[in-house]
């Protein structure tokens, strides 16, 4: 939106209430941003950190309180912004996040002749003369729109195969709102990247424009009505996903008609179970299903709560189970593009690995980190996060105290906030879909770990890119060979530099730890090279098998030299 634009939409004639609105957002920002600058800037030059240290928590709890409330009075938009910002665990505090995150996109109904006022004059006719008929009690409100039952003509039946039909309809003036709310939050954002401790961790301007696309698409319902479409292709083949039609014909950009596929909600496990279904057999099936979106498809739906997914029962005695899911709401999507797919199988291998260098070198590759980051002190705070985890497999977590996890996450999230980069939204809206889908999850089955339906998909993604993971794993083998073979030699040049006097020892113990640094080293080579011929020998013997067969034999040599190098020094 052009600054011409966002003037015009705040000083329209009429738009009294826009200009209230505008005036109400900047003080509230202007307000909590002095006290941020008071506290976090002047008090510290005056030698009095400890005061602004000691009351940050608080102050930050009752600026996300008082953003609450203003959320909730004003409605439209700045609920949006309270969603978006409890999600951003990398950029806010978790005291801000943590109030935030309850705030419920939810406002009382608009009065029904506002909404037919408005379906009339987009349809270009009376609603009575496009549709049977309407109910005017909506099914769902919401800050952006709102939803209502209704009947297709019998002749618009015919031709679309479809009966009962749900007629979404904007909130009447919710174009100024959005207009008058990014232009105050464009205004807000030009403020912060003028002060440095936020404009070194975040380009706040940046996350402007980013909640501004996702909001305008939200609000245009022939995006919405496309990625209705485009997701129903994804899983035509599949008879566990369902997903409404558009009745293109009775769709605007401010009016969208589907199908009314309202069913059993995902979560009334009494309704499932009186039709039959085991809640427990569903909760596998939703994960699986999402992260096909996400891992195969590179198209999912980013908003996955239980008010947007249904069980469907199905009454074919043929088909291979009795139900199937079906998704609504395609305003919110995300795209996992080739990019973050190879960062994103990065992150996993360096994950697995709890490898704090290599999961450094995933998020460069991503994108994320600004210049200025201190990739060195990542790494080391990385290394010692996963020091608490290291070595063990996906089972061995499943055993970890939840509490665990949870500091775990506290100090992550204390990491990340200290460092100068951002997630990009596609990756936020992958974390917010795994998080909701895991809750979706853990509410139908208390037993439910996510961590059983992640493995496969972990193995898929890590063989997708290139089709042959062997080939990944040989080439970081080969890499740490490499290392290893000249780790010997460059132990010996230091003791030839210590023997001679050329570098300054101050511990009389380091000969003892170079042999045996010397000794590991040794052992280290065998073993890398065992595993080099052995995934060669795997490699190969698909297509010779007696040459492959070879090197898996060989193999044994290094390994049985690598033990006898360890025994020996008992």
Same mark, same amino acid.
Not at 220 to 231: C, M
């Given at each position: 939106?052009?600054?011409?634009?966002q003037?015009?939409?705040?000083?329209?004639?009429?738009?009294?209430?826009?200009?209230?609105?505008?005036?109400?957002?900047?003080?509230?920002?202007?307000?909590?941003?002095?006290?941020?600058?008071?506290? =976090?800037?002047?008090?510290?030059?005056?030698?009095l950190?400890?005061?602004?240290?000691?009351?940050?928590?608080?102050?930050?709890?009752?600026?996300?309180?008082?953003?609450?409330?203003?959320?909730?009075?004003?409605?439209?938009? #700045?609920?949006?912004?309270?969603?978006? #910002?409890?999600?951003?665990?990398?950029v806010?505090?978790?005291?801000?996040?943590?109030?935030?995150?309850?705030?419920?996109?939810?406002?009382?109904?608009?009065?029904?002749?506002?909404?037919?006022?408005?379906a009339?004059? =987009?349809?270009?006719?009376?609603?009575?003369?496009v549709?049977?008929?309407? =109910?005017?009690?909506?099914?769902a409100?919401?800050?952006l729109?709102q939803?209502?039952?209704?009947?297709?003509?019998?002749?618009?039946a015919?031709?679309?195969?479809?009966?009962?039909?749900?007629?979404?309809?904007?909130?009447?003036?919710?174009?100024?709102?959005?207009?008058?709310?990014?232009?105050?939050?464009?205004?807000?954002?030009?403020?912060?990247?003028?002060?440095?401790?936020v404009?070194?961790?975040?380009?706040?301007?940046?996350?402007?424009?980013?909640?501004?696309?996702?909001?305008?698409?939200?609000?245009d319902?022939?995006?919405?009505?496309?990625?209705?479409?485009?997701?129903?292709?994804?899983?035509?083949?599949?008879?566990?996903?369902?997903?409404?039609?558009?009745?293109?014909?009775? !769709?605007?950009?401010?009016?969208? !008609?589907?199908?009314?596929?309202?069913?059993?909600?995902?979560?009334?496990?009494?309704?499932?179970?009186?039709?039959?279904?085991?809640?427990?057999e569903?909760?596998?099936?939703?994960?699986?299903?999402?992260?096909?979106? #996400?891992? !195969?498809?590179?198209f999912?739906?980013?908003? &996955?709560?239980?008010?947007?997914?249904?069980?469907?029962?199905?009454?074919?005695?043929?088909?291979?189970?009795?139900?199937?899911?079906?998704?609504i709401?395609?305003?919110? #999507?995300?795209?996992?593009?080739?990019?973050?797919?190879?960062g994103?199988?990065?992150?996993?291998?360096?994950?697995?690995?709890?490898?704090?260098k290599?999961?450094?070198?995933?998020?460069?590759?991503?994108?994320?980190?600004?210049?200025?980051?201190?990739?060195?002190?990542?790494?080391r705070?990385?290394t010692?996060?996963?020091?608490?985890?290291?070595?063990?497999?996906?089972?061995?977590?499943?055993?970890?105290?939840?509490?665990?996890?949870?500091?775990?996450?506290?100090?992550?999230?204390?990491?990340?906030?200290?460092?100068?980069?951002?997630?990009?939204?596609?990756?936020?809206?992958?974390?917010?879909?795994?998080?909701?889908?895991?809750?979706?999850?853990?509410?139908?089955?208390?037993?439910?770990?996510?961590?059983?339906?992640?493995?496969?998909?972990?193995?898929?993604?890590?063989?997708?890119?290139?089709?042959?993971?062997?080939?990944?794993?040989?080439?970081?083998?080969?890499?740490?060979?490499?290392?290893?073979?000249?780790? &010997?030699?460059?132990?010996?040049?230091?003791? !030839?530099?210590?023997?001679?006097?050329?570098?300054?020892?101050?511990? &009389?113990?380091?000969?003892?730890?170079?042999?045996?640094?010397?000794?590991?080293?040794?052992?280290?080579?065998?073993?890398?090279?065992?595993?080099?011929?052995?995934?060669?020998?795997?490699?190969?013997?698909?297509?010779?098998?007696?040459?492959?067969?070879?090197?898996?034999?060989?193999?044994?040599?290094?390994?049985?030299?690598?033990?006898?190098?360890?025994?020996?020094?008992?």
């Amino acid at each position: 939106m052009s600054s011409t634009s966002q003037r015009s939409s705040v000083s329209a004639p009429g738009s009294g209430n826009t200009r209230a609105r505008y005036r109400r957002i900047l003080r509230f920002a202007a307000w909590h941003l002095a006290v941020a600058w008071w506290f =976090e800037l002047i008090l510290p030059r005056l030698g009095l950190a400890k005061i602004a240290e000691r009351t940050r928590a608080k102050r930050m709890r009752r600026f996300a309180r008082r953003f609450h409330a203003l959320a909730l009075d004003l409605g439209g938009l #700045m609920i949006k912004v309270g969603q978006f #910002m409890s999600s951003r665990l990398d950029v806010l505090p978790p005291e801000i996040t943590a109030e935030l995150e309850g705030l419920q996109d939810e406002v009382p109904p608009v009065p029904f002749p506002a909404i037919r006022a408005l379906a009339e004059a =987009e349809l270009h006719a009376p609603l009575d003369k496009v549709f049977a008929s309407v =109910e005017e009690t909506p099914i769902a409100a919401a800050s952006l729109g709102q939803a209502h039952r209704a009947l297709l003509l019998p002749l618009d039946a015919a031709e679309t195969g479809l009966d009962s039909v749900v007629l979404k309809v904007q909130r009447p003036g919710i174009d100024a709102i959005v207009a008058v709310d990014l232009a105050a939050l464009r205004k807000v954002g030009g403020w912060l990247s003028h002060v440095r401790f936020v404009s070194s961790r975040a380009n706040v301007p940046a996350l402007v424009e980013e909640f501004g696309q996702t909001s305008l698409e939200e609000i245009d319902y022939l995006q919405e009505a496309a990625n209705a479409d485009r997701f129903a292709n994804d899983f035509a083949d599949d008879d566990k996903v369902a997903v409404p039609h558009v009745v293109w014909e009775r !769709t605007t950009r401010r009016v969208l !008609t589907l199908e009314d596929v309202t069913a059993i909600k995902i979560t009334d496990s009494e309704a499932l179970l009186a039709a039959g279904i085991d809640p427990a057999e569903v909760a596998p099936v939703f994960a699986s299903v999402m992260f096909d979106q #996400m891992f !195969t498809n590179g198209f999912f739906h980013a908003d &996955p709560h239980p008010g947007n997914i249904f069980i469907t029962p199905i009454v074919d005695p043929a088909a291979e189970r009795s139900w199937k899911l079906t998704f609504i709401d395609f305003g919110m #999507m995300g795209e996992v593009p080739p990019k973050t797919r190879t960062g994103l199988r990065r992150l996993l291998i360096a994950a697995a690995a709890r490898d704090g260098k290599g999961l450094v070198a995933a998020i460069s590759d991503v994108g994320v980190l600004a210049a200025s980051a201190d990739t060195a002190e990542l790494e080391r705070a990385m290394t010692a996060l996963f020091g608490r985890f290291g070595g063990m497999g996906f089972a061995e977590l499943r055993e970890v105290d939840p509490r665990e996890f949870k500091d775990f996450a506290v100090e992550f999230g204390e990491v990340v906030r200290s460092l100068p980069f951002q997630l990009p939204e596609n990756f936020l809206l992958i974390i917010r879909a795994m998080s909701l889908t895991s809750g979706v999850c853990s509410s139908l089955d208390s037993r439910f770990n996510l961590w059983d339906s992640v493995e496969p998909y972990a193995a898929k993604l890590l063989r997708e890119e290139r089709g042959n993971i062997v080939q990944d794993v040989g080439r970081q083998a080969l890499d740490a060979a490499g290392v290893a073979l000249r780790l &010997p030699m460059r132990l010996d040049e230091l003791l !030839t530099r210590i023997e001679a006097g050329s570098l300054p020892v101050a511990n &009389p113990k380091l000969e003892r730890q170079v042999e045996r640094l010397n000794r590991t080293a040794r052992r280290l080579v065998s073993t890398v090279m065992f595993g080099v011929l052995l995934i060669a020998g795997a490699a190969v013997r698909a297509d010779d098998t007696v040459f492959g067969s070879v090197l898996m034999v060989v193999s044994v040599v290094p390994l049985l030299h690598g033990l006898w190098v360890g025994r020996r020094h008992h």
